[in-house]
């Protein structure tokens, strides 16, 4: 009797090392690997140009690695649960993975299908969502501990034949990349930058907050760990070998438990990315939508120089570092005063390592919609004397700044005019002046939140609500203040867990 055929359909796994699926789709029968372009997320507006070519990137390096493999990957383009249902193969195999509602139905649906065998090697615990209090924190060690899974030798040939291309896709759609500096994407590049950054990761820890730094120091893995080019794992294991022991290792392991943990968030509970965990703060500052403000903040015209360097960035670029997405997400909720999702939805599109479960989690836990988080009012001008001292970053986004005095960087509306009109740049006519008053509204954004505390707190009493809104660092006190974080830049470290 001949093997069985089994689609391997690849989703946000593009990788052929680590990868459970396709190794166990190697022990059962006769793998056919597969990618299925889902006309849902080319519509939805939520991916940005450049994203979308990382991933179509990341499928014709993954291609070429199947090639090395003496195999293939058969690319399709329509509903998956319709193009799976017409292959022509035995079973489907796939990895799970951490959605949102439309992936959620649409996998459960599918995973309810005598065919389709579903692994998970992921460090997410998917067999008891709804139990309470649980250690996530100890199958997550687990899974770093566990050895990467060996790459397969050689295959037979794929059989499925593809009936789209990249090319096809990107005509299709339209797609034309607008950012710059963007990575290419695939697991060989992938693997370029991990092994570049082992050879840096000591200059890592003093590298974190300041944005400029980080542009050069911060590892840039996100984007391939959010499309699985490498794995939390791959990563965890060839730096445990290949980079020194000490505060620098230690200190970035501690970021791949976080990625562990918010996308254990988003599995537990699919409503992080459109309700407020604690339901006291469902529809906060709804009712306040101002266009314009929103517009002053996307576009970069706020006013105070770093979060307009900030959001330049992530337009040109679709990336920012931890503290730079925290500041943003601060200034948007707290000094704004604009409903959270309509940011979290804007950082989401434009960021190419854009990771559902962990973008909206934090949004909610930076703009303190949980109720256990602290309300943390970064102060953006203290932000740039702090992280941007010479205005290095402030300058490379927001050119207009270019000639101002790096001493006024921090509140340039404050310059004296002789100074403006010396350096040829005048405040409200060359650079805006601050769309809304930093302190005013920042005490607003305090009582706002004191008033509702107590019944934020109140609800946390429903043991459902607390355990959806615990996140590791719980315990932290309420600190309405900006944390010290010149160590951690913001983030727990692994001792935290
Ligand atoms: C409002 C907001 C939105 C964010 N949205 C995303 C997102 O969509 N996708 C995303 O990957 N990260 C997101 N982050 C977390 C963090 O900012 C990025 O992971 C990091 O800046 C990516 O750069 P890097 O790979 O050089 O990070 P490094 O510091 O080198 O960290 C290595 C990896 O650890 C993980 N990691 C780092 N910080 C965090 C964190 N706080 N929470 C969870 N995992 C973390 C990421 O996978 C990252 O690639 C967000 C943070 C905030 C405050």
Same mark, same amino acid.
């Not at 542009?215 to 980079?243: D, I, K, W």
């Not at 501690?254 to 604690?278: E, T």
């Not at 314009?292 to 996307?298: N, T």
């Given at each position: 009797m001949s093997e069985p055929r089994i689609a391997v359909w690849h989703r946000d796994d593009l990788r052929v090392r680590d990868n459970a699926a396709l190794a166990a789709a190697v022990a059962d029968g006769r793998p056919c690997p597969v990618y299925v372009f889902d006309p849902q997320f080319y519509r939805s507006g939520m991916a940005c140009d450049a994203r979308l070519r990382f991933v179509h990137e990341s499928l014709t390096d993954l291609a070429a690695r199947y090639g090395d493999h003496g195999s293939d990957l058969a690319l399709f383009h329509g509903d998956p649960e319709d193009v799976l249902e017409d292959l022509p193969v035995d079973r489907i195999y796939v990895n799970r993975s951490v959605t949102g509602r439309y992936g959620r139905e649409r996998d459960e649906r599918l995973f309810d299908r005598p065919d389709v065998r579903v692994l998970a090697d992921d460090g997410i615990d998917w067999t008891d969502r709804a139990r309470g209090d649980y250690d996530w924190s100890e199958q997550a060690e687990a899974y770093f501990e566990r050895d990467p899974i060996r790459p397969p030798g050689r295959l037979s040939d794929n059989p499925l034949e593809s009936e789209t291309s990249v090319a096809d896709v990107e005509r299709e759609y339209g797609v034309e990349p607008e950012k710059v500096d963007v990575p290419e994407g695939g697991p060989s590049a992938g693997w370029t930058r991990l092994t570049g950054f082992a050879d840096t990761i000591t200059d890592y820890p003093?590298?974190?907050?300041?944005?400029?730094? +980080?542009?050069?120091?911060?590892?840039? $893995?996100?984007?391939?760990?959010?499309?699985?080019? $490498?794995?939390?794992?791959?990563?965890?294991?060839? $730096?445990?070998?290949?980079?020194?022991?000490?505060? +620098?290792?230690?200190?970035?392991?501690?970021? $791949?438990?976080?990625?562990?943990?918010?996308?254990?968030?988003?599995?537990?509970?699919?409503?992080?990315?459109?309700?407020?965990?604690?339901?006291?703060?469902?529809?906060?500052?709804?009712?306040?939508?101002?266009?314009?403000?929103?517009? +002053?903040?996307?576009?970069?015209?706020?006013?105070y120089p770093l979060v307009d360097a900030s959001m330049r960035a992530l337009q040109e670029t679709g990336w920012l570092n931890f503290r730079m997405r925290a500041m943003c997400a601060s200034f948007y909720t707290y000094i704004l005063q604009c409903w959270w999702k309509v940011g979290a939805d804007h950082f989401y599109r434009h960021l190419i390592d854009a990771d559902a479960a962990i973008n909206y989690t934090q949004w909610q836990s930076q703009s303190a919609l949980t109720g256990v988080s602290p309300v943390r009012i970064y102060n953006p001008r203290k932000q740039v004397r702090e992280n941007d001292p010479d205005g290095e970053f402030v300058r490379e986004y927001v050119p207009e700044l270019r000639a101002f005095p790096t001493e006024h960087l921090d509140q340039p509306e404050k310059a004296p005019l002789a100074v403006q009109d010396e350096c040829g740049i005048r405040i409200g006519e060359d650079y805006p002046r601050p769309v809304v008053e930093l302190e005013a509204h920042r005490e607003r954004a305090r009582e706002v939140f004191g008033r509702l505390a107590d019944r934020a707190e109140e609800a946390l009493s429903d043991p459902e609500i607390r355990r959806r809104a615990s996140l590791s660092r719980r315990g932290g006190d309420r600190r309405d203040s900006e944390r010290d974080e010149t160590t951690s830049g913001g983030q727990s470290r692994l001792s935290e867990f």
């Open positions: 003093g590298s974190i907050a300041p944005p400029a730094k +980080a542009e050069r120091n911060s590892s840039r $893995l996100s984007p391939y760990l959010a499309f699985g080019c $490498l794995t939390p794992r791959q990563v965890y294991r060839y $730096l445990h070998r290949n980079a020194p022991a000490g505060t +620098a290792r230690e200190m970035f392991t501690s970021r $791949l438990y976080w990625n562990r943990h918010y996308n254990q968030k988003l599995a537990d509970w699919p409503g992080w990315m459109d309700r407020a965990v604690n339901p006291v703060y469902t529809g906060l500052f709804r009712g306040r939508h101002d266009p314009e403000l929103v517009a +002053a903040w996307r576009e970069g015209r706020t006013g």
